[in-house]
């Protein structure tokens, strides 16, 4: 019996994929409707015509002015002293964020920076460079894909939160050289990891130093790690006028903020020249769970605050476009 719904879907994809080379700016709405008359699929053909080291580059010009409308070089993903003063929109778009806090912000950075490196990070884009980088969800669409080896063969490979390795690897793989997480979601790190901190509040900054320190801040809104188990050296904060732009410019304001994962994945875009997505999404049956979790189904994504099914449209986009590969599980 022919199923209809798997031909429908390949009928659509010829549509998605041939990608209106001219887009404006939309409207939530309208941006739903033009991606629920498409389907989307990576496609074997390059997209760009300038120099670079891979067949798909994300940082160079090309004839696409959706993507290079949004695409913003100029600001940094990472905190660092040179960038470390907010304007004031941002600052006070970032202080709404979190409940009130006493912290004096200045005071709080300075800090922050003798403790962790202050310099900026991965401003080395070039024709040349050839950085392959796996974002790593948690998706339970991860179990039986056997992405393990594909995800490791990656330059950087960037997960999310606690997500555990051991006894997972044929389907996550066994390297990480970034661990994203906020304080509520710390884990202890091994010494050629990164830790990149996303910052929801001042607290948080503080609780950073304080945990490769004197152990002194234990709470946030809710129990926290006292001390962490990082390399100071390798500590990176993820830069709260980022945080914003990405808000802004390419979720178009839906949603409180943005979603960890979502953030995860514009850092990626943003220093790396082919971006491999893994985690994300539904597993096959429409429930959500975490790979690790058993028996745990829901049957809609838990957002809270986040526009999550307009950050999914978006990501199907960036894939159809081929500004990344989206890996969906098997």
Not at 312 to 319: F, G, Y
Request: with cysteine; charged share 20%.
């Amino acid at each position: 019996m022919v199923d209809l719904k798997h031909l429908k879907s390949k009928l659509l994809i010829v549509l998605f994929c041939s990608c209106a080379a001219t887009l404006v700016l939309f409207s939530y709405s309208n941006l739903s409707s033009y991606l629920l008359q498409l389907d989307y699929r990576q496609s074997d053909k390059p997209v760009s015509k300038a120099l670079c080291a891979f067949r798909q580059c994300i940082s160079v010009e090309d004839e696409d002015p959706w993507f290079m409308k949004r695409f913003n070089t100029s600001i940094s993903p990472l905190l660092s002293q040179e960038n470390a003063i907010l304007s004031k929109s941002t600052y006070y778009w970032w202080q709404r964020l979190q409940t009130k806090q006493n912290a004096n912000y200045g005071d709080v950075v300075r800090k922050l920076f003798q403790v962790v490196p202050g310099k900026g990070h991965y401003n080395d884009s070039a024709p040349n460079r050839c950085r392959t980088c796996a974002v790593v969800g948690n998706s339970g669409n991860l179990n039986g894909s056997d992405y393990g080896s594909i995800i490791d063969s990656n330059d950087f490979v960037i997960r999310m939160n606690k997500a555990p390795l051991l006894g997972y690897e044929k389907d996550v793989g066994n390297r990480t050289t970034h661990r994203v997480m906020h304080p509520e979601s710390a884990t202890n790190l091994q010494k050629d990891t990164s830790l990149l901190l996303i910052p929801f509040k001042t607290l948080d900054l503080e609780w950073i130093t304080s945990a490769l320190t004197t152990g002194t801040v234990k709470r946030t809104w809710m129990p926290v790690m006292a001390k962490i188990n990082a390399d100071k050296n390798k500590v990176l904060i993820y830069n709260p006028t980022f945080l914003k732009y990405v808000h802004d410019v390419w979720l178009e304001r839906h949603g409180k903020y943005p979603s960890s994962g979502f953030l995860t994945l514009m850092f990626a875009i943003h220093i790396c020249d082919e971006v491999n997505v893994f985690g994300f999404g539904a597993s096959k049956d429409g429930t959500w769970q975490h790979y690790w979790e058993k028996n745990k189904f829901r049957k809609s994504e838990p957002t809270g605050l986040h526009a999550g099914d307009y950050e999914s449209l978006v990501m199907k986009l960036l894939a159809c476009k081929r500004k990344m590969k989206l890996f969906e599980g098997r």
